[in-house]
């Protein structure tokens, strides 16, 4: 793999020619994994180069390239600024920096303090305008909308636009939010796009793209021209003088995004799927548009066309606006916004009356797709993001949908599909904007747009184009106002609509034989053909358009046609010189019903008081893409007539005149028929006038028509709402009646029976759980009185006296405990509750009785009383002394005579609560007894632990006392006096000093103690066979009887006796363990010391035999080493290995196999010298246990060792929290050492110093 430099060390690429893709791959939140994905499916040599734009730190220096270059063998480099794009290269942005693409290279900037990250925008959109149809953005995981515009803008301008799949995203919403602005092309996994992306490398390489200059080959130039007619034919829209390589770069798009292999594989595709002709149609427009795009532009508006639009306007004239290409509606509301604003900031007291100039704003696009979109006003959030905060809320109303504009501004705009170059235009307008449409068409559709817009505008309005357009050639129809921001005012210069399409006559494409002759004409400039025809044929002549309008001249024109006063005109007809108009009208016009040369010759022209002969002809140029006609003149000279000598057959003079008088009328008849064609043209103009008329009364009428439209939509809308609240009510009805069948499933299915009974106390129904019950049928108690059912069993005067006042006095009945007898169950114990049925119709009144039966639980109270008595008789013959407290107050409620003995109370001070344990503890040792308390709630019993208290007579008395949780509210404190012991170990403490000199006289006193000692360890033999006799007995006896009702009655317990059942099992059982390990506990106390050789691999043996069905179940592995043979008592050692390895067993989790290895080493001399609890005299062994169950937290490790210290609770882990305790008492009597190291969930260990042989043997 190759080798990742950070920023300063990066090796910049060599410059290479932009021939390839660029890969854009965004991603914010989750995008580590999916970037990991995507660049482990890349292969090594795919030929495109990856830029990683993500959400960094800007505090902290990323490591992004150095971990994903672990996946890649991809050359990964971090960008340093105007580092060289090359292909199979992956380059990730540094933290804290913006990436722009500039031709070939990437450039950084700073990245301002913004809480809003938009780096992925920012770079796709620069990646888009320099890439083009290069470019392929890639969205992956993140929140937020961050990558929408860019990938937007890459699909925009040609290239391929990819989103994650959202099941697959960490966090889904840049992916989604792209995928709802309809912006995505593919949503795939990570692991599917570089297969994907290599499909589109394929279709890039073997689709050529055509600039302006390049002349295309035969087959591909036939191709392109079916697809245009197949466009033409589906849309209606000829997009042949649309610039052509931006046409064929949108077909590339469409054959990599429907993965078509070439040109001719796409054609075939696309001509039998009408939805892919939808979709390349939708590409070819090219929707580009924003908000408020250009601010300057709106700023130059605002400034310098504004106040001239409102100068002198009144209510009864509107502004007209038209918005030509509006896309989506962006642009429209946009102007519509900006021309609210300035009427606020302009004229404030007129707007807040509600006065002033009407606004009127059509917009209008060939995409039905887009109009649809812009007249719901409703947009994402990412398409508002260049809209200021004021703006948003005085404009917008936030809605599930997104954005929604107000009605104000809606109802300023009306949208309506319309083709400018095709359909009649918007009239009388006072401004028009033409935004970055017309640079995708060449010079002759943009013509033709001007005089569209210049026809459409009223004498002074202005014309909006976008950065990269300008009037061109048609800058005799406007005048420019900003040049910067494109602004233009209309010149009053002549010109008119031209109603024309840009729809050629149908083109002889041979279809069926894609390889067409090479003498195919090509349509060419009517310039060329009729030039061609001029020079060959005439001196002169004029070429005309559909209007008969001179569009060019060839030769000397002067003799046929002049210049008539008064407005200029370029008219044919008008420009006639006498006696040609008339000829020239009808020649034109069957040549163009015919599509044939027509001639006429010798045609009578006068001019300047002399006659001549004029011959023309009319020929048609077919070769071209708009009718035009040649109109080819030649001149004659008027022959001389010489007088001839009258002859024999001389004319009479009756002849001669006749000739003269029909003379006369031909002059006569050529005259009328000039007036009558100057009548005609007269009227032509006239037609036409009122034809521009009706065109702008039609053009009201579709103004109209949106607007009936837009009510239209109003109502459909209002209609949608009260169809949505009508399903609401019906949802409303179908959860009722899910509600009531809901509620009367369940009277079904409980198991506690149900009774319904009506005023009169009769049986209306019953549950199932009832006829089960009581042993009934159905048809035994339905109508019949309550107090008769069970044999009359339910006869109960005072039953009866509450159920009769419950409806009319809105009584309940709460728990009423009754006997009866059920056949085959026996007696059993009932407890009723009865309420009225709320009936809101209230058409008939109702009793709803429940029954419960509480046999089992008054049975387990029972027991459980027994139990509490004997227990109690217990603590009050128990010699430690025990009492009672609640949760809630220090009063002592209860206490045996013990205690009342040991602090001098007596039982009239328990019963008139005068015991307080505050009184009696000093105020040292609140703290530790609140611990106690705290660990007994947790623990159930608090570890012992030694505090003093006081007694009635003032002395104070050293005691052992534990605490425990009973009743959840009550708390049991238990005290073992250790006066005596302490005093002795003062006493031994002051005279140890001078032990040696006192030993003679303190002899007898030891041996006073020493008796004192052993009459305190009969009282403890005592307590430990009453511990082992009279305690254990009625435990077994609680866990006998619990067990037989258990199995005896399993089938008429309900659950909550069984559960109490098996809760007092369980503590019988956590107390029969508490009271064995004690018993264990005090032996290791009093046991006597007897050393024997004990080979501990021997103990281990028998250990793992005791514990063999325990690792099968658990499916452990104990591993050990040689141990040594140590002086030792065999029993205890026994007892310590046992202990250890079954905590080992019993704190593993769960999922993995406990594994126990158990080694031993022999301590160095530096080692014991070391340890302040080693004899150096001595040798010393290390026995270590390691295990890798749960562990504990290391704070813990002294802890542990101390009797009834327990780490977790016995619902995860049973025990007392002894076991630990006996194996620091064994190393006590072994002179060793136990310490634990451990590691919450990683595992513990335990290591155990013996010496090998023991002191004094």
């Known amino acids: 793999m190759a080798a990742t430099k950070k920023n300063k060390e990066t090796v910049n690429p060599p410059a290479t020619v932009q021939n390839f893709p660029i890969v854009g791959i965004g991603a914010s939140a989750g995008g580590l994994d999916a ?454 005012t209309r010149k009053p210069a002549a010109g008119r609509f031209m109603n024309f399409t840009s729809e050629r006559k149908e083109e002889s494409l041979a279809i069926n034989d894609i390889h067409k002759s090479k003498n ?125 000598a009258k002859s024999s057959s001389e004319r009479t003079v009756e002849t001669q005149k006749r000739n003269e008088q029909l003379e006369k009328e031909i002059s006569q008849t050529l005259e009328d028929m000039r007036s009558i064609t100057e009548d005609m043209e007269a009227s032509n103009e006239e037609l036409q006038s009122s034809n521009e008329e009706l065109q702008s009364s039609n053009e009201e009428m579709q103004s109209l028509n949106e607007e009936l439209e837009t009510s239209k939509e109003e109502l459909q809308s209002t209609n949608e709402e009260l169809l949505i ?164 107050n220090a009063i002592i409620f209860d206490a045996n005579p013990a205690f009342l003995k040991m602090l001098g109370f007596t039982k009239k001070d328990l019963k008139e609560g005068k015991i307080n344990w505050l009184d009696f503890t000093p105020p040292e040792f609140h703290l530790s007894d609140y611990q106690a308390l705290e660990k007994a709630k947790s623990m159930e019993v608090s570890p012992p632990y030694e505090k003093d208290i006081m007694h009635t007579d003032g002395s104070r008395l050293s005691v052992i006392k534990s605490k425990a949780i009973i009743n959840n509210n009550e708390v049991m404190s238990v005290f073992v006096d250790i006066s005596k012991r302490k005093t002795l170990e003062r006493e031994l403490q002051i005279f140890s000093d001078d032990l040696e000199e006192k030993i003679k006289e303190r002899t007898k006193e030891l041996l006073v103690s020493n008796e004192d000692l052993k009459q305190t360890n009969l009282q403890l033999d005592q307590f430990a066979y009453i511990a082992s006799h009279d305690l254990q007995e009625p435990l077994r006896k609680i866990t006998t009887f619990s067990m037989r009702l258990l199995d005896k009655h399993k089938d008429d317990l309900s659950a909550d006796v069984k559960s109490y059942l098996n809760k007092i099992q369980s503590s019988s059982l956590r107390m029969r363990t508490l009271i064995q390990d004690l018993l264990e506990y005090s032996r290791l106390l009093q046991h006597e010391k007897k050393y024997s050789k004990t080979d501990l691999n021997k103990t281990l043996k028998d250990v793992i035999n005791d514990f063999e069905l325990l690792i099968h179940e658990k499916k452990a592995k104990i591993k050990s080493g040689k141990l040594p043979v140590i002086d030792g008592i065999s029993l205890q050692m026994n007892q310590l290995f046992c202990n250890i390895i079954s905590n080992s067993l019993k704190f593993s989790n769960k999922d993995i196999p406990p594994i126990i290895t158990i080694s031993s080493r022999k301590l160095t001399l530096k080692e014991i010298k070391e340890n302040p609890l080693c004899d150096p005299a001595q040798t010393y062994f290390e026995i270590i246990f390691k295990d890798n169950g749960i562990g504990f937290k290391q704070k813990y490790a002294k802890q542990i060792f101390t009797i009834f210290q327990r780490l977790h609770n016995n619902e995860m882990f049973t025990g007392t929290g002894i076991g630990l305790a006996l194996c620091r008492r064994i190393m006590d009597n072994h002179h060793g050492q136990i310490s634990a190291n451990s590691i919450e969930n990683k595992g513990s260990e335990f290591h155990v110093i013996l010496p090998l042989t023991q002191p004094g043997k």
Request: glycine content about 4%; aromatic content about 8%.
């Open 35 to 488: 970037f990991k994905r995507l660049l482990n499916a890349i292969p090594e040599k795919s030929g495109m180069a990856y830029v990683l734009v993500q959400h960094l730190d800007p505090n902290h220096d990323s490591i992004l390239p150095e971990i994903l270059q672990r996946v890649t063998k991809i050359p990964v480099l971090e960008i340093t600024d105007n580092i060289h794009l090359a292909p199979d290269h992956i380059y990730v942005i540094p933290s804290s920096k913006i990436l722009f693409s500039t031709d070939g290279i990437l450039k950084l900037i700073p990245r301002e303090k913004k809480p809003l990250n938009q780096s992925i925008d920012i770079f796709f959109t620069s990646l888009a305008e320099v890439h083009k149809e290069c470019a392929v953005g890639i969205v992956l995981s993140g929140t937020g909308s961050d990558g929408t515009l860019g990938l937007k803008a890459i699909k925009e301008n040609g290239g391929i636009s990819i989103a994650q799949d959202f099941e697959s995203a960490a966090y889904d919403s840049m992916p989604q939010s792209a995928v709802n602005a309809g912006v995505v092309d593919f949503i795939l996994t990570p692991e599917d796009i570089p297969a994907q992306l290599l499909e589109i490398n394929k279709t890039f390489k073997t689709s050529h793209f055509y600039n302006d200059v390049e002349e295309l080959p035969k087959d591909d130039d036939y191709i392109f021209k079916q697809i245009l007619s197949l466009l033409r034919q589906r849309r209606g829209v000829d997009f042949t003088y649309y610039k052509q390589p931006t046409f064929h770069r949108r077909i590339a798009r469409r054959i990599a995004i429907v993965k078509k292999k070439d040109l001719s594989d796409y054609l075939n595709y696309l001509r039998s799927n009408e939805s892919e002709q939808d979709e390349l149609f939708q590409d070819v427009l090219i929707p580009v548009t924003s908000f408020f795009r250009d601010p300057k532009t709106f700023q130059a508006l605002t400034d310098t066309v504004f106040p001239v639009l409102f100068e002198n306007k009144t209510a009864d004239e509107p502004i007209r606006v038209w918005i030509a290409g509006c896309s989506t509606g962006e642009e429209a509301y946009s102007i519509a916004i900006s021309l609210h604003e300035y009427v606020k900031d302009h004229s404030p007291l007129t707007y807040r009356e509600g006065l002033g100039v009407r606004i009127q704003i059509f917009a209008s696009d060939i995409s039905e797709k887009a109009i649809k979109k812009a007249r719901t006003g409703i947009y994402s959030k990412s398409e508002v993001e260049n809209i200021s905060s004021k703006q948003l809320d005085n404009y917008f109303i936030k809605n599930n949908n997104g954005f929604e504009l107000n009605k104000l501004i809606r109802d300023m705009c009306v949208f309506a599909p319309h083709n400018f170059l095709k359909d009649p235009p918007f009239a009388k307008m006072d401004l028009i904007s033409c935004r970055n449409v017309l640079i995708y068409m060449d010079t002759f559709l943009q013509k033709k747009a001007f005089a569209t817009f210049h026809y459409a505008l009223k004498g002074k309005g202005f014309l909006l184009l976008g950065k990269s357009e300008t009037t061109g050639n048609s800058s005799d129809l406007f005048a420019q106002v900003n040049k910067h921001e494109k602004i233009y």
């Open 520 to 644: 195919e004409i090509i349509q060419t400039d009517f310039r060329k053909s009729a030039e061609a025809v001029m020079i060959a044929k005439s001196p002169a002549g004029v070429v005309v358009n559909a209007q008969m309008d001179i569009v060019h001249i060839h030769g000397d024109i002067s003799p046929y046609l002049e210049a008539p006063q008064g407005r200029p005109t370029h008219n044919l007809i008008k420009m006639a010189r006498e006696g040609l108009a008339f000829e020239l009208r009808n020649a034109i016009h069957k040549s163009i019903k015919e599509n044939t040369i027509v001639s006429k010759e010798d045609i009578v022209v006068k001019a300047n008081d002399k006659q001549y002969l004029v011959s023309i002809e009319i020929i048609p140029l077919t070769d071209t893409v708009e009718p035009h006609q040649l109109i080819r003149f030649e001149k004659k000279i008027i022959p001389v007539i010489l007088k001839i």
């Open 725 to 888: 609240v009508n399903q609401e009510l019906l949802d409303k009805q179908e959860q009722l009646n899910a509600s009531r069948v809901y509620s009367e499933a369940i009277v079904t299915t409980l198991r506690e029976p149900l009774v319904v009974l009506d005023k009169s106390l009769r049986v209306k129904t019953a549950n199932a759980s009832f006829y089960k019950k009581f042993n009934v049928d159905e048809n035994e108690i339905e109508n019949k009185l309550f107090y008769e059912i069970q044999n009359y069993q339910f006869d109960n005067a005072m039953l009866r006296s509450l159920l009769e006042k419950i409806l009319p006095l809105k009584n309940r009945i709460e728990d009423f405990e009754i006997s009866i007898r059920i056949p085959e169950k026996g007696e059993r114990i009932i407890l009723l509750n009865a309420r009225e049925i709320i009936n809101e119709k209230k058409s008939e009144q109702l009793i709803l009785l429940a029954f419960e039966d509480i046999t089992d639980r008054v049975l387990s109270e029972r027991i459980l009383k027994e139990s509490e008595a004997r227990s109690r008789a217990l603590v009050e013959s128990n010699i430690v002394a025990v009492c009672f407290t609640r949760m809630d």
